[in-house]
């Protein structure tokens, strides 16, 4: 029964919406507009953050990097023997990486020579990786081999120049693919020796040090240790890199939403225009409504209905259309912004990541305000003496 | 302070609900002053009509406080990577001295403007408005608890401090610990099981009694212990429901069963303890009402009814919560 | 079953333009008779109607309604009885456009509850007694005259009431369809439902189901002709 009742006045409110429809279409696009903003913010962000955090977690727990004036700096690959001495640290690992900055396609390159770590978590989608001793061969990122003017694919060939200015040849044979293109778009994978002949580095040095520690809650420990052994040593720990990542994905996108508030105020102003702005046909059909049996409340509950609709309708629009944005045209409107160190973003595909979390915040930033700039004017128009009627 | 989206979102939506509710009071106070319900002037003709605003302003602001509840939980849960010891959403409300008492604040919100709507609702169906002046009153009520919940919950992310250590579930819930927590949850399980069984068994006859015959003595004692049944319950969740749910002997965090890896059971686990407990409280609060002439029957059928609420709200959430220790194989003896 | 004690109703009471619309009216109107409330224009004839179906509130006296004092009562009470207990025809139709004949004429019960499908069994009835049967799809505002008039008795009708107000219900219709409207009247009459109708035409006081007319103003009751 008193479902029935709702029922009916939810199904008059959705006649009475069709049948004036011109008059809300502006006021949906608008709402539509700024939904798919906001949630395009948010799918964003929270999917890169989503991006490290799947990457990170198979990142090694703590690395050791040297330090000289504040600045980063080779490490000598025999300090592993002093670490590997500290009681909860199960395996070290030199690593060999650097930046390529590639002045004919204007972009810089992640390069990574390999030892005996491989990146357990990419899949190849085309061909190998390097072996640590392998020469000029290469594996690179579907990022790079689709910028270079002439189109790279396996069995072409990649020139670097390397330290002395010589030219050297890599022939590729592996691209990336993978879940997360975030970090392997930009990468290119060489044999660690080649990495030392390309970068001219002296014997007995590595970029920096990897250490395993078997168990999680050691690891400040044996960092607190490192540290003490090696003052001109900076261990950095996994979780602190996450928390990094974190607070400024939450804080950029923050900040953009606080910009957008302006935009939302706009928007809620003009709805409360919109609420408060009734056709004389509207008035008068409310006031019929009452005469002929309408109590305030169900008018009251009809203008609810209509705010439900509008709201509804352009929030679900409005997150479709964010959802294709970002996870299918690469979120290309504001890339840039969010990205921010990545050079190379053509093919930037994002893995969908949407949860509650994101509806129920958006629906806080979004529906919560348009209602409440109805509610005043829905009232408004819900007290209309029924008296009125009688009177022309 | 964190500028996060979730943060935000909460700031903007409790600041508007702020707004409406101190709008709706301010028009309660204006509308209890002037109020003359033998009067037929305009001007009591205008009162009347703003009761209407007023009722929806608050229907609004329930219904953010309950998904500003979950929001807030939610928000604690996925600021927790930005707190340095924080591994769920206990240790981001344990990362200041604000968290935890912006959540009891959001709960008491909840309940009180719940009581609010259903005391209008009561005052709605008598021919002369007979609690226009206690439900106004009341409102001033809702309104103080609003403010206090915009400021600590304000307190609560601008002293965020993402570089002091704070203690997770794994510490707050953990049997070593110090402190009421820990003693709770180190309490031994099986008597803890008995007296909440108990507790619910005799709120159940006591549901039943009210539904049958609305006596004052049974109507106050069942809010007393309906009141009890809540606070038991939340000791319950967090000292062995949550376990069975997690399948963990040592795992006792209240919020995590709201999460998908179990099923959003902590859903309809919260949702029926509160709807249970707050009829359940509601039936002896009303009752000073009965010796209102045009209220009496009215309270009455409002009594009989929402006892009857209040068990299925009871049976619902110790049906639930005792599934898994049914289901499932984990056992703790 | 209705009757107005000392009733009053002014208009922007306390205000320069303040108007006594109606001054101390005491009237009975008893069950199954066909009033005409009669008087020039500004005599407050619709003032009395919409205060007697519950739209209004007295500024002083008493509405009773069934034996019930609406004069004092909230409007959601208001709503309750006019709903249970009024038919209203008003001057203009009102009709809302773009809905069809059969939607109009249910949707005063929309918010009691009742099945949209029982609802629209019960308009179609009330629609075929007054022979609109052909008419129940059709939007209201492609209808004549006196189509729209008879929309707008069904949707009156839809609710069973014991009582029917029109306001000046023959001012657009001609000769004829006045006379048609009139018959209708009768026959509710005869159905035991009581009616009474503002109005300054001739053509409806005269008739012979009148039996009670209330000749009106100023705002004040000038005469009362009871016919048997
Ligand atoms: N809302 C209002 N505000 C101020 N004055 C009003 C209002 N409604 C009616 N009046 C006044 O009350 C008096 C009675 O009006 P009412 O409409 O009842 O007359 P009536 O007999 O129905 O006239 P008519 O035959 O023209 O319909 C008129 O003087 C009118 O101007
Ligand atoms: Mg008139």
């Given at each position: 029964m008193a479902l029935e009742k709702h029922r009916n006045i939810l199904d008059y409110t959705l006649q009475a919406l069709l049948r004036r429809k011109f008059k809300n279409i502006g006021i949906i696009l608008v709402f539509t507009f700024v939904i798919f903003m906001l949630s395009s913010i948010l799918f964003l962000s929270y999917s890169l953050r989503q991006e490290a955090h799947l990457i990170l977690q198979d990142s090694?727990?703590?690395?050791?990097?040297k330090m000289r004036a504040g600045r980063h700096e080779l490490i000598p690959i025999n300090l592993e023997k002093d670490i590997r001495k500290i009681p909860g640290v199960s395996s070290t690992e030199p690593r060999y990486w650097g930046y390529y900055y590639d002045s004919g396609a204007k972009a810089n390159y992640t390069i990574l020579g390999i030892g005996t770590a491989i990146l357990k978590n990419n899949r190849l989608l085309n061909g190998r990786m390097p072996l640590p001793h392998e020469k000029n061969v290469a594996a690179i990122g579907r990022g790079i081999a689709d910028v270079r003017i002439i189109k790279k694919?396996?069995?072409?060939?990649?020139?670097?120049?390397?330290?002395?200015?010589?030219w050297m040849n890599f022939n590729i044979i592996g691209i990336f693919e993978s879940d997360s293109e975030i970090i392997t778009s930009d990468l290119i994978i060489i044999s660690e020796d080649d990495f030392k002949i390309l970068n001219n580095m002296p014997e007995g040095m590595a970029t920096d040090l990897i250490v395993h520690v078997s168990n999680e809650t050691e690891i400040p420990t044996v960092a607190k240790k490192v540290k003490e052994q090696f003052p001109d040593s900076r261990p950095i720990l996994r979780d602190e890199i996450i928390r990094t990542y974190d607070a400024v994905f939450g804080w950029r996108s923050g900040l953009i939403i606080t910009l957008f508030t302006g935009a939302l105020i706009a928007f809620i102003i003009l709805a409360w225009d919109k609420a408060t702005g009734l056709s004389a046909e509207e008035k008068q059909e409310i006031g019929i409504l009452k005469a002929i049996g309408w109590e305030t409340s169900d008018v009251l509950e009809m203008k609810f209905w209509e705010g439900l609709v509008i709201s509804l309708t352009s929030f679900i629009s409005g997150l479709i259309l964010a959802y294709v944005h970002i996870f299918f045209l690469g979120a290309s409107l504001f890339a840039p912004a969010l990205k921010g160190w990545s050079v190379i973003y053509p093919d930037f595909k994002l893995t969908p990541f949407i949860d509650f979390y994101q509806i129920a915040t958006l629906t806080a930033i979004t529906i919560v305000p348009y209602i409440a700039s109805t509610i005043i004017p829905s009232w408004k128009a819900s007290i209309t003496d029924p008296d009125t009627v009688m009177r022309g | 302070m964190i500028l996060h989206p979730g943060v935000i979102s909460l700031i903007i939506g409790s600041g508007i609900v702020l707004l409406l509710v101190m709008f709706a009071s301010a028009l309660g106070i204006k509308i209890t002053r002037g109020w003359d319900i033998k009067s037929s002037s305009e001007e009591q003709l205008s009162f009347e009509r703003k009761t209407y605003l007023i009722s929806t302003l608050v229907q609004y602001a329930l219904s953010f406080e309950i998904l500003s509840i979950f929001l807030f939980i939610y928000t604690a849960e996925d600021i927790h990577t930005l707190l340095v010891g924080a591994m769920c959403a206990t240790g981001s409300l344990n990362a200041n001295s604000f968290g935890f008492p912006t959540l009891y604040v959001k709960v008491v919100a909840f309940f009180v403007s719940a009581a609010w709507i259903a005391i209008n609702h009561l005052d709605n169906k008598a021919q002369d408005y007979p609690l226009i002046k206690i439900k106004y009153r009341l409102l001033i009520a809702v309104l103080a608890i609003l403010i206090i919940e915009f400021i600590l919950q304000l307190q609560y992310f601008l002293r965020i401090n993402p570089n002091v250590i704070t203690s997770c579930c794994g510490v707050m819930f953990s049997e070593k610990g110090k402190?009421?927590?820990?003693?709770?949850?180190?309490?031994?399980i099986l008597p803890a099981e008995i007296l909440f069984y108990s507790l619910l068994g005799i709120m159940i006859a006591n549901g039943i009694a009210v539904h049958k015959t609305q006596k004052k003595s049974f109507t106050y004692l069942f809010s007393i212990f309906s009141f009890i049944f809540f606070i038991a319950s939340v000791i319950a969740i967090i000292s062995f429901i949550s376990l069975y749910f997690y399948q963990l002997p040592t795992h006792h965090c209240p919020f995590d069963i709201l999460q998908k890896e179990y099923y959003y059971a902590g859903y309809p686990l919260y949702a029926a303890l509160f709807t249970g407990s707050f009829f359940g409280m509601m039936i002896g609060i009303i009752e000073?009402?009965?010796?209102?002439?045009?209220?009496?029957?009215?309270?009455?059928?409002?009594?009989?009814?929402?006892?009857?609420?209040?068990i299925i709200g009871l049976i619902v959430f110790a049906l639930i919560a005792s599934a898994?220790?049914?289901?499932?194989p984990f056992k703790l003896y | 079953m209705i009757r107005t004690e000392n009733v009053t109703k002014y208009f922007n009471r306390g205000n320069p333009d303040e108007v006594i619309a109606i001054n101390d009216v005491s009237i009975e109107i008893k069950k199954g008779d066909f009033t005409v409330l009669k008087g020039p224009s500004g005599s407050g004839k619709t003032t009395l109607l919409s205060l007697i179906g519950c739209m209004s509130r007295p500024t002083s006296g008493?509405?009773?309604?069934?034996?019930?004092?609406?004069?004092?009562?909230?409007?959601?009470?208001?709503?309750e009885v006019r709903r249970n207990t009024f038919g209203f025809i008003f001057q203009q139709f009102h009709l809302i456009k773009g809905i069809t004949v059969s939607d109009n004429v249910m949707l005063p019960l929309y918010p009691t509850g009742i099945k949209p499908s029982k609802l629209r069994k019960r308009a179609e009835e009330i629609l075929i007694n007054l022979g609109m049967g052909s008419r129940k799809d059709f939007p209201v505002q492609k209808l004549s005259g006196g189509e729209q008039q008879r929309t707008a008795i069904a949707r009156a009708l839809i609710n069973n009431p014991d009582i029917i107000l029109a306001d000046e219900p023959t001012a657009h219709l001609d000769t004829h369809l006045s006379e048609e409207f009139l018959s209708i009247m009768r026959n509710l009459q005869q159905e035991g439902k009581t009616i009474v109708v503002a109005t300054h035409d001739p053509l409806v006081y005269e008739k012979d189901c009148v039996n009670l007319i209330v000749e009106m103003r100023d705002g004040m009751v000038k005469d009362i002709i009871k016919k048997n």
């Open positions: 090694p727990e703590i690395v050791v990097q694919d396996i069995g072409s060939t990649l020139y670097l120049q390397a330290a002395d200015g010589r | 402190g009421l927590v820990s003693s709770l949850t180190a309490a031994p000073p009402f009965k010796k209102i002439a045009s209220m009496t029957p009215i309270i009455l059928q409002a009594q009989r009814r929402w006892a009857l609420y209040a898994p220790m049914i289901l499932l | 008493k509405v009773i309604v069934e034996n019930r004092d609406v004069s004092r009562l909230p409007e959601r009470f208001m709503t």
